[in-house]
């Protein structure tokens, strides 16, 4: 790694005829491709004698490397300039000759350019197949301070996962909404929309202030449809953390905000 840069190397150059050349010669090339790609440009602009210091060779070893990866190569997989894999760098009119340009750099980029975009479409991919998943990664729950931990049934999971698309939750009026369900009792109402920054707040006051801000200050509040204040947090260590160590100060805030039987569900988004 050179300038806080990582160089990727392609498994191809496995195959390439180079790995029959000596040690020396395949180091000095790895070490060329390192030096190529921080400049980005694929140019190694410097004295035979500082490339050999940066290569860890003597001049020597160094000056029959250079000439091995500036000969042609008839068994090379890509015959540009003959199979060269290095050629003298044209440092323009009445200027000394010094440096090489790495033959294949570009197409190697754009190779690894490709390979990278594809990687990071399938990462994509994978996070919003994840986030469709929802809470599949698990849940804490926490009612009248007590915690509970586990997985979430399939069904919920799912209806909780598509909760970020559901439209924000009526104003808070105070009371229950009336009416019969199946079974003839109140439906529950569900919690302000608001109701974990209040909570949040009365909590901010009696934490510690560097605990708030890690454990708290990434945590956000989505709609739910059952009675349950709903809690998104980063990881299912956040939930675990959050539950196991606050569940009792948040039973108690809720009871001093109006909601007795409010149940706290804690749910991990990754």
Known sequence: ?????FLRLRTS?????????????????????????DAGTGEVDMPDERLASQAGLSLAQTKRALKTLNDSDPNSRSQEEEGRRI???????????????IVNWKKYRDEVARELATD??????ERKGQQKA???DGYVTVRDGRVTAGDLPEAEAEAEAESNSLPPPPPH????????????????????GDLWNRIRDELKARVDPKEFRTW???????PSTNGTLLVHVPTRTFAEWIGSRYGVTLASIATELGFPDLEFRFVAEE
């Open 1 to 5: 790694m050179r300038g806080g840069r």
């Open 13 to 37: 150059i496995l195959d390439s005829s180079l790995l029959l050349e000596e040690l020396p010669t395949r180091w000095l090339f790895v070490t060329m491709l390192i030096i190529g790609d």
């Open 87 to 101: 050629v003298p760098l044209d440092r323009g009119p009445g200027m000394a000759p010094r440096g090489w340009r």
């Open 120 to 125: 990071r479409q399938r990462r994509h991919r």
């Open 134 to 136: 929802g809470a599949r």
């Open 173 to 192: 009026t105070g009371h229950k909404e009336r009416g019969e369900g199946p079974g003839g009792e109140a439906p529950e109402a569900s919690p302000p």
């Open 216 to 222: 708290f200050t990434p945590s956000r509040q989505v």
